[in-house]
Structures are given as structure tokens and as C-alpha cells.
């Protein structure tokens, strides 16, 4: 069994490799070779949470869970608040192949998931972006999203401006003209990704225009809202997968209200393995639920064992 620690994932799983591992990931999905298992998440009080979320890809050989969750009190002990590591079977025998840092891969496969949305989604000549949140994710969704599209500007908005620099310095890299905004001016965006633990919507429907692609990449849980339902009745909506979309997923809200059933929600893994169509106008708002699913973690944690493997590196135990 391999150990790879949460320090060894940078060198290990680029943001390239991320976006592989999520497009065979969906693929298999939508194929019928992969699924999910019903994912648990509890309430430790404090506001504390902590989960697992697993499956099996049985074209790709992983099986696997990942356990972690949420702890409020980390950023005083100078940890990130978000924790979680994979663990990987051997699906032919039930024993563990790797122990796995979950943090970073966490962020990878997230951004990953939305950048590979909005490749498949926005308009190719999309140039504007819009993000809408500035947290630890953000940065992240932002870098991801810059390698699928020639973003020419980045409009951002957090409910705490301050904390727009750090969209700012990935733009300043980037070498991406990066503007402030309110959230009026999202209209001028071709892309948008909501990205914040919000439990209201911040992006209205008169916030979005005709052709505008969404990454809804925030509302993982019940109760999280990040934006007006009454977008998703004038959208073609997309989701990982609609069993999470419609019940932890930003569609859980358009649902309770009538506005959408699950039968309008493609799984994205079938508009790229052609199964189902996806965007079909340039005028189509299309909006990608991004609710996270057990099998991104696994595909990329599968990627960090590869290389770990390959290069030596990790520690390997006898279990
Ligand atoms: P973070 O705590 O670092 O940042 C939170 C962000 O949400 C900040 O921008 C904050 O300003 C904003 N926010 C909080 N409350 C708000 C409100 N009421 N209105 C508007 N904005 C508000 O969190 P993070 O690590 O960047 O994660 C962001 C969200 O993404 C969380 O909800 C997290 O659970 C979710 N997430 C989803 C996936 C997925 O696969 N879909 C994966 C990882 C994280």
C-alpha cells in the first residue's frame, strides 16, 4: 500500500492531468461503467462537518471512498478549514492500494470539473469571465478556467471585496486584464463561476445574459443557494450527476419549486461522449451543476498512485 502525503500532490497531479482524469471520469459515468454510492454527511456540531463519498469505475479498475469534511476552527490552528483524504482499494480483492492526501487533489478535480464545462459549454468565443466568490476555491477555478478559453477579462465579486486580490494576483500572472465589479455587471460576462458557501442566491437572473455559460460550482450541500432558480427554467441545465444535482446541487432549489424536473438535467460525461447534446445556440444560457462526486476524487487520486509509483516517490508500506 502507498502513503502520499498532501505535500507530494503538486509535483504529482498538474491542473492538465486533473482535467483528463475528470473528462474519462464523466465519460465513464455517462457510459454506465462507473457510479457513485450514496454519499454520507453528517453534522459534528460547531459546525463541524464530516462525510464520505465513494464509488467504483469499473473500466478504469478504482474503488475507492473519500473522508473529510468541514472543520470552522482550522484557520486559528493555521490549517485550511476543508480536510480530506482518499483511500484506494484493489477492486478485485478489497485491499487498500494508497492512502492519499485530499486537499489540493480536492481543488484540482473541482476546477478541473468546471473548466471541463465550460469547454464543453460556453461559446467558443467566449472572452469575458465572471467569478462570483473569492475563497480558497477560487483561484483555482479561475487558473482552470483561463486554459480552456482566450479569456481577454476577468470580472470578479465577493461579498468581501478585499478578498478579490487573490483573483487578482492569478490574473496579474495570467497576464488577464482583472476588474472589480458589482454583480450588475456579471451581464457583461460570457462565462460565469459561482463559487461560495453561500445559502441565498447572489447571481439574479437579470445578472446573465443570452449565450452565458454558468459554472454553479459552490452549493454541495442542502441548503446551499448560490443562484435565482429562475435561471434554470430559461437554461439547458447540466449536471455531474442528477441524483446529487437534485438533491445537494444548485438545482435543489429549482426542484422543490417546479421550475425544473430531474428529467431536464443531462449529465455532462454525455455531451462529451456524444451521447446527448449540449449547448445547441449561441443565445442558450446553459448552466452546469457542479455538486462533486466520489469518483472525481478517486480518478485523480488514482493519477497522483500512477506517478507516485512511476517516479518512487510516496512511502510504501506493508499492510
Ligand atoms: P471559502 O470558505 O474559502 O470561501 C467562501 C466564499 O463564499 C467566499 O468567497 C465568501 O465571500 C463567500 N460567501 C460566504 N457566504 C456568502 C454569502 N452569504 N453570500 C455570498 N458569498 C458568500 O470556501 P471555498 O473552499 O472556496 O469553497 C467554496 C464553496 O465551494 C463551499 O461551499 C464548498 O463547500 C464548495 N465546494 C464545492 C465543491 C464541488 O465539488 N462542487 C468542491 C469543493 C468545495
Known amino acids: 500500500?502507498?502513503?502520499?502525503?498532501?505535500?507530494?500532490?503538486?509535483?504529482?497531479?498538474?491542473?492538465?492531468?486533473?482535467?483528463?482524469?475528470?473528462?474519462?471520469?464523466?465519460?465513464?459515468?455517462?457510459?454506465?461503467?462507473?457510479?457513485?454510492?450514496?454519499?454520507?454527511?453528517?453534522?459534528?456540531?460547531?459546525?463541524?462537518?464530516?462525510?464520505?463519498?465513494?464509488?467504483f469505475d469499473r473500466a478504469g479498475a478504482v474503488m475507492g471512498v473519500k473522508s473529510g469534511g468541514y472543520f470552522p476552527g482550522n484557520a486559528a490552528r493555521s490549517l485550511i478549514n476543508h480536510q480530506s483524504c482518499v483511500l484506494l482499494f484493489d477492486p478485485e480483492t478489497g485491499r487498500p492500494t494508497a492512502m492519499v492526501g485530499g486537499n489540493l487533489l480536492t481543488a484540482l478535480r473541482t476546477a478541473a470539473a468546471s473548466a471541463l464545462s465550460i469547454d464543453q459549454l460556453a461559446r467558443p468565443d467566449a472572452q469575458v469571465l465572471g467569478m462570483v466568490g473569492a475563497g480558497h476555491q477560487s483561484a483555482f477555478q479561475l487558473r482552470a478556467a483561463l486554459r480552456v478559453r482566450k479569456f481577454t477579462r476577468v470580472l470578479g465579486?465577493?461579498?468581501?471585496?478585499?478578498?478579490?486580490?487573490?483573483?487578482?494576483?492569478?490574473?496579474?500572472?495570467?497576464?488577464?486584464?482583472?476588474?472589480?465589479?458589482?454583480?450588475?455587471?456579471?451581464?457583461?460576462?460570457?462565462?460565469?463561476?459561482?463559487?461560495?458557501?453561500?445559502n441565498a442566491a447572489s447571481l439574479l437572473a437579470d445578472h446573465v445574459s443570452a449565450g452565458c455559460h454558468i459554472s454553479a460550482m459552490g452549493t454541495d450541500t442542502i441548503g446551499k443557494q448560490e443562484i435565482d432558480p429562475a435561471l434554470f427554467a430559461r437554461a439547458a441545465v447540466f449536471t455531474d450527476e442528477v441524483a446529487q444535482s437534485v438533491t445537494i446541487g444548485e438545482a435543489q432549489h429549482a426542484v422543490a419549486q417546479g421550475l425544473i424536473g430531474r428529467e431536464d438535467i443531462t449529465p455532462l460525461g454525455?455531451?462529451?461522449?456524444?451521447?446527448?447534446?449540449?449547448?445547441?445556440?449561441?443565445?442558450?444560457?446553459?448552466?452546469?451543476?457542479?455538486?462533486?462526486?466520489?469518483?472525481?476524487?478517486?480518478?485523480?487520486?488514482?493519477?497522483?498512485?500512477?506517478?507516485?509509483?512511476?517516479?518512487?516517490?510516496?512511502?510504501?508500506?506493508?499492510?
Open 157 to 198: 465579486w465577493n461579498r468581501n471585496p478585499d478578498r478579490l486580490s487573490r483573483l487578482a494576483e492569478v490574473c496579474a500572472e495570467a497576464g488577464v486584464e482583472f476588474t472589480p465589479v458589482d454583480l450588475a455587471a456579471m451581464q457583461e460576462a460570457d462565462v460565469i463561476i459561482t463559487i461560495t458557501s453561500s
Open 270 to 319: 454525455a455531451v462529451v461522449t456524444g451521447a446527448a447534446e449540449g449547448r445547441v445556440s449561441p443565445d442558450q444560457i446553459t448552466i452546469f451543476d457542479g455538486t462533486g462526486v466520489g469518483l472525481q476524487d478517486l480518478a485523480v487520486a488514482q493519477t497522483a498512485l500512477s506517478r507516485a509509483r512511476a517516479q518512487g516517490l510516496g512511502a510504501e508500506v506493508v499492510f
Open 1 to 55: 500500500m502507498y502513503i502520499i502525503p498532501e505535500r507530494l500532490i503538486a509535483d504529482l497531479v498538474s491542473a492538465e492531468d486533473a482535467f483528463d482524469a475528470m473528462r474519462g471520469c464523466f465519460a465513464a459515468m455517462a457510459d454506465g461503467d462507473a457510479y457513485n454510492f450514496p454519499v454520507i454527511r453528517e453534522a459534528l456540531g460547531e459546525g463541524r462537518q464530516y462525510g464520505f463519498k465513494s464509488g
